[in-house]
Structure formats: structure tokens, C-alpha cells
């Protein structure tokens, strides 16, 4: 089977059983989505397929093979940070860090989403999409954090969608060494 | 997971043709069939990949109605300019639903065929007739909070958990179909779902290899107020302890029309004539929408931990009604 991921061809001979998580994780060296749930109710898994976020881990691989995959390892690298990325350092959007590739990916899908001009449950207008915090908190509920960071992750989220007016906490991750 | 073969199906056709064989089961999103997988509760032998078929559009039929393909993601639907002006209800109840990345795979045709949520069903070690029939129910005598207080039978006191579907049964929606030896059918969103009774393991009406191939909104109720409103355990990303969706029309002070359907409290999204007939024609009062809670829950049956339910519909439905009616 093949597949394209963060730009790069894949192959690999997988049991038909494999999740798009587990081939990533298991069979491709690419570790940085997490596994919390395996049902898809943490988020810890989340990719972006064709440009959506969606739950690795209800996902077969053989089912994605056509597809533009995504993984939070192709966002950004040390030295080369998505802007989210970089938010979620200067914010301390974590505080373990296992959910948070699931956090960043989830993030800029959601992101599309708004530009897209897609409503959410707590949009009062379904047709005027305004990203505000209780925006932001329902829109990322697909995300749990064990750690209980979400304050620091909507600022950060908050930050990068540009609708904070607020001083930057740090001017880029790479003054605290990230 | 059991094992199982796989195949990309390249047609409608090709897929209700390899549909009808013992142990083959189609697979969209995913989202539902592979969780039920990884826990053996759905053991398929064969999935057929509907998924690329191109049932993924939104059109607009001459009679003024919508067609929804049975692939189209409940995240595009929800957020369709079209759906939203003319359905507002579809979108919020989608919207009220799971999280975006499950709406983003989603499909329409699949949530309306997912399974309960029941405790019991999900877990292997514990009798479920739904699940194992003839294996007795234990959730009647056992802890029952999310089940439901009508429909139920002495076999399966099972939910529906779909959002989505009470909007459909609200709006009145057809789904269509394509049979294994390739005749289609109508079916009205009332006539999908089975009661229980004494088979819990038959929830619909559909044959084996009977694929779903779109949903038929009819035309858009002018002037209608459109609400669907979600009780559950958290803000976000639950599933409904009890829901409302509601269409209603009014002249004045006086109900003109109304279609409500229920979530969370039976096995299919709940829909009974008598709760609008208790409304449709009399001025909107706090009394007409306490006799509504009364036609609704006439025949109400708690288990125990889900007794809740049956005070929480009433006041959900009469706090809905107040909002749809502006009363
Ligand atoms: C954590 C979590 C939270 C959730 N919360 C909610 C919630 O709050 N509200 C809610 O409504 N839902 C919720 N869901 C359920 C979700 O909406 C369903 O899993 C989803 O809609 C199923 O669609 P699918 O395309 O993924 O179906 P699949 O998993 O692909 O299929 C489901 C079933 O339908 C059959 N099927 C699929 N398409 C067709 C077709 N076209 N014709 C015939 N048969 C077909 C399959 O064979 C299978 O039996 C939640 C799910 C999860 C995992
Ligand atoms: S309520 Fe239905 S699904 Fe739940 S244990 Fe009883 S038979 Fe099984
Ligand atoms: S691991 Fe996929 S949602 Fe939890
Ligand atoms: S940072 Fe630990 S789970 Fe979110």
C-alpha cells in the first residue's frame, strides 16, 4: 500500500486492520500524533486529510490511500515552527504534551474552518461566524487535555487567528530555547 | 478486530451487488462501524468501501426541496448557506453533535444507521440483546441513566443516539435507497426505524446490501421558527440526555403549524402526532404546552437511574416551545 504524508511517499505492507495512527506511529516512524483514546474521543490522534481535521485513529489506512495526509511533523520542525506551534510554546498550551499535536493539528483545521465561514453549535448567527473564546471552546471540544491547559491553549489559539489584542507573551519561542 | 477482506466499491451498483453477502458490511466515515470493530461488537467479514462513491453533493430539486447524498460529511451539511437559511434545525442539530473532526468524516447515511450508546451493548462481558440476542437485557434492572422512556420493550430500552436524524424526523425527510438487486425505494424517516419489541438486533427497515443513497428534504416550511435544543452532561461533545427539535409556524398569537421530534428519550427519533395536535391551532400558553408534555409522556416509563428523564423532557419541551412561539 502507499500513501503521501506531509508531502513524502510511503509504502509498507500493513494488515488491512491498521488504523491511519497505527501505520503512522507503528509502521512509518512518524510518533508525534499520540494515541489517548483509540475511539475517538480524545483528539489526541487528529490529522489533517485533504486539508480536514479529522480522527486518525477511526480511519483505516488501506480507506486513505489517495489521500493528502498531514501529521503534526510536517506543521513545522525545531528551527522551523508553525506559527501554532510556536504559540503553544510562548503560551504554554501544555503542560505534559501529549495531547498537544492532536491540539495543533485540530487547531488549524479549525482555523480553515472559520475562514471557510463555518458555524459552530454556539454561533448565534449561523451565517456571521466571529471567533471569540467561547468560539474557540467549542470549537476545539474535540481536544480533551488531561493537564487541563486549555486557558493557555486558547490564548495561544486566540493569538495566531489574530483576533487578540493583547501583548504577545514572548516574542518567539526560540528566546526560551524552544 | 477480527479480520476481514476489503474492497473499494466503484459504483452504487457494484456496491449493493457485493452488499447483500453474509458478513459484509458497508463502510463510510467509519466513525461508528470501526469503534464497534475494535471492540468485536461488529465483527464483519467483508467491508465494501462506499466511501468515493459519488454520492457527496448537495442539489436542489425543481419541487423546491433538497437532496443530501448519503456520503455528503456532516460538517458540510451543517454548514451548506442552504441548508442553514431554509433547515436552519438540520444545522444546529449537527452542529450540537459530536466534535469537527467526527463531523468532518461523518457521513449523512451512516449517522442515520448508527448504533446506541447503550453501556451494556458496548461491553462484551455483559449480557445485551441487541448485541448477543436471547442473552437477556441488562440494562433494565441495571444502571440505565442515558436509556429511554419510550418505545422501549421488555427486551432493548436502547436510544437512538443521533442529533441529526430527530432534525430529519422533524423536517419530515425521505431517505432513498438502493436494494441488493438494484430496485430503489422511499422510505419517510418515521417508517427507517424499528421498535424492539422482541428483536432489539433489527433497528431498521433496510435489507442486507440495502444501501442509502440520499436523504430528500421536502420543501421548506415558509416562515417557520427553527430550534433544536440539547440537554447533556457537558457543554460540548456529549451525547443528548434529551433533545427537541422544532418547526413551527404562527399566525398571531396562534400556533399555525408544528413538527417536533425528540432525541434521547427512544429508540428512533421520537415523533408523536398527539404532542402537536396539542398546540397546532390554540394560542400559544404555558397550558397548551403542558398538555403537549402530557401527550408526549402519557405513556413514559422510567427504569430507575433514567427516571430523570421523564420530568427533564417536559421541561425541555415546554422551555423549546416558549422560544419557538415567543411566548
Ligand atoms: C466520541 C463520539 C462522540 C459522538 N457524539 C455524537 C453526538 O453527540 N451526536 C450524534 O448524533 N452522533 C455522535 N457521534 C456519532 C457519529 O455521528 C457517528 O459515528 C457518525 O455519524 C457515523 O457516520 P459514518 O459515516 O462514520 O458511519 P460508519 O461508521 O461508516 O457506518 C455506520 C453504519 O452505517 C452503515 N452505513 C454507512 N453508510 C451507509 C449507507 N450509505 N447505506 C447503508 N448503510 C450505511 C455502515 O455499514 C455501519 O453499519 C459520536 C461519535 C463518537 C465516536
Ligand atoms: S438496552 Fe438494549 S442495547 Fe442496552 S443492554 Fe439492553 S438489550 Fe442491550
Ligand atoms: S486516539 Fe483518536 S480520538 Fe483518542
Ligand atoms: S498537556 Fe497533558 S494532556 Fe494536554
Given at each position: 500500500m502507499k500513501w503521501t504524508i506531509n508531502g513524502r511517499s510511503y509504502e509498507a505492507e500493513v494488515d488491512v486492520r491498521t488504523t491511519l495512527l497505527d501505520l503512522a506511529r507503528e509502521h512509518l516512524g512518524l510518533t508525534g500524533s499520540k494515541k489517548g483514546c483509540d475511539h475517538g474521543q480524545c483528539g489526541a490522534c487528529t490529522m489533517l486529510v485533504g486539508g480536514r481535521r479529522i480522527n486518525a485513529c477511526l480511519s483505516l489506512a488501506v480507506m486513505h490511500q489517495d489521500d493528502e495526509i498531514v501529521t503534526i511533523e510536517g506543521l513545522g520542525q525545531p528551527g522551523n515552527l508553525h506559527p501554532l506551534q510556536d504559540a503553544f510554546v510562548r503560551h504554554d498550551g501544555y503542560q505534559c504534551g501529549y495531547c498537544t499535536p492532536g491540539q495543533i493539528c485540530s487547531a488549524v483545521g479549525m482555523l480553515d474552518e472559520v475562514k471557510k465561514g463555518w458555524p459552530s453549535?454556539?454561533?448565534?448567527?449561523?451565517t456571521e461566524v466571529a471567533l471569540d473564546d467561547a468560539e474557540i471552546g467549542e470549537r476545539m471540544s474535540g481536544n480533551l487535555c488531561r493537564c487541563a491547559a486549555y486557558p493557555n491553549i486558547v490564548d495561544a489559539i486566540r493569538e495566531v487567528a489574530g483576533v487578540d489584542d493583547r501583548e504577545p507573551v514572548l516574542e518567539t519561542a526560540r528566546e526560551i530555547g524552544a | 478486530m477480527k479480520l476481514f477482506t476489503y474492497e473499494r466499491a466503484a459504483s452504487a451498483d457494484a456496491a449493493v451487488a457485493e452488499g447483500a453477502a453474509p458478513g459484509t458490511k458497508f463502510i463510510a466515515g467509519g466513525t461508528n462501524l470501526l469503534d464497534l470493530m475494535k471492540l468485536q461488537i461488529e465483527t464483519p467479514e467483508r467491508l465494501v468501501d462506499i466511501s468515493r462513491l459519488p454520492l457527496n453533493t448537495i442539489d436542489e430539486r425543481e419541487d423546491g426541496g433538497l437532496t443530501i447524498g448519503a456520503l455528503v460529511p456532516n460538517s458540510d451539511l451543517a454548514a451548506d448557506p442552504r441548508v442553514i437559511e431554509r433547515y436552519e434545525v438540520l444545522s444546529r442539530a449537527l452542529l450540537a453533535g459530536a466534535s469537527g473532526q467526527l463531523r468532518n468524516k461523518a457521513s449523512t447515511g451512516g449517522n442515520l444507521l448508527q448504533r446506541t450508546r447503550c453501556y451494556y451493548f458496548y461491553d462484551t462481558a455483559m449480557p445485551c440483546n441487541k448485541r448477543a440476542p436471547g442473552s437477556g437485557c441488562s440494562a433494565i434492572d441495571g444502571y440505565n441513566r442515558i436509556l429511554a422512556v419510550l418505545g422501549t420493550s421488555d427486551k432493548c430500552i436502547a436510544t437512538h443516539p443521533s442529533d441529526m436524524a430527530v432534525a430529519m424526523r422533524a423536517l419530515d425527510a425521505t431517505v432513498v435507497t438502493q436494494k441488493a438487486d438494484g430496485d430503489r425505494r422511499r422510505i419517510a424517516i418515521g417508517d427507517l426505524y424499528r421498535l424492539p419489541g422482541d428483536t432489539p438486533e433489527v433497528e431498521t427497515v433496510l435489507e442486507p446490501g440495502e444501501l442509502i443513497t440520499a436523504i430528500e428534504l421536502p420543501v421548506p416550511v415558509e416562515g417557520a421558527r427553527h430550534l433544536y435544543r440539547k440537554v447533556r452532561d457537558r457543554a460540548s461533545y456529549a451525547f443528548a440526555l434529551v433533545s427537541v427539535a422544532g418547526v413551527v409556524t404562527m399566525d398571531g398569537d396562534t400556533v399555525a403549524s408544528a413538527a417536533l421530534a425528540f432525541g434521547g428519550l427512544g429508540p428512533m427519533p421520537w415523533r408523536d402526532p398527539a404532542v402537536e395536535a396539542a398546540i397546532v391551532?390554540?394560542?400559544?400558553s404555558d397550558a397548551s404546552f403542558a398538555a403537549a408534555a402530557d401527550a408526549l409522556l402519557a405513556n413514559a416509563k422510567g427504569f430507575g437511574s433514567n427516571d430523570f428523564k421523564i420530568p427533564l423532557a417536559r421541561r425541555t419541551l415546554i422551555a423549546s416551545l416558549r422560544e419557538l412561539t415567543g411566548v
Open positions: 453549535h454556539v454561533s448565534a448567527d449561523l | 391551532g390554540k394560542p400559544a
